[in-house]
């Protein structure tokens, strides 16, 4: 079992920048495939990025490739989803995941089944 932790939501102006944070217990997290998802107000939940368990591989949503960047520092057993020029229609609950997987294809991960959930963070991106 491994248990998720989201952190860093909160209200940030369109354009301005925000670092989620996600810290994992239980379970040696660097064994893990981790993913960031979204899901806006009344709309489904979305792949928004993963990363492999080494950290040297990801893959985003094409709507936020070069303004989101996730990352991992094993040793702190956490994980991150940068966020930069952020638009309104980024406001959601961001959720992290995680699945035990040690290999990792970028094309593949948007639709990879994680097993372990946190429980999300809501973020507001005001115009």
């Known amino acids: 079992q491994v248990q998720l932790v989201e952190s860093g939501g909160g209200l940030v102006q369109a354009g301005g920048s925000l670092r989620l944070s996600c810290a994992a217990s239980?379970?040696?997290?660097?064994?893990?495939?981790m993913g960031w998802f979204r899901q806006p107000l009344g709309k489904e939940r979305e792949f928004v990025a993963a990363?492999?368990?080494?950290?040297?591989?990801?893959a985003y949503l094409d709507s936020v490739k070069g303004r989101f960047t996730i990352s991992r520092d094993n040793a702190k057993n956490t994980g991150y989803l940068q966020m930069n020029s952020l638009k309104p229609e980024d406001t959601a609950v961001y959720y992290c995941?995680?699945?035990?997987?040690?290999?990792?294809?970028?094309?593949?991960?948007?639709?990879?089944?994680?097993?372990?959930w946190g429980q999300g963070t809501q973020f507001t991106v005001s115009s």
């Open positions: 239980g379970r040696t997290f660097s064994n893990y495939v």
């Open positions: 990363i492999n368990w080494r950290g040297s591989s990801t």
């Open positions: 995941a995680a699945r035990e997987l040690t290999y990792f294809n970028a094309y593949d991960a948007p639709r990879y089944r994680f097993d372990y």
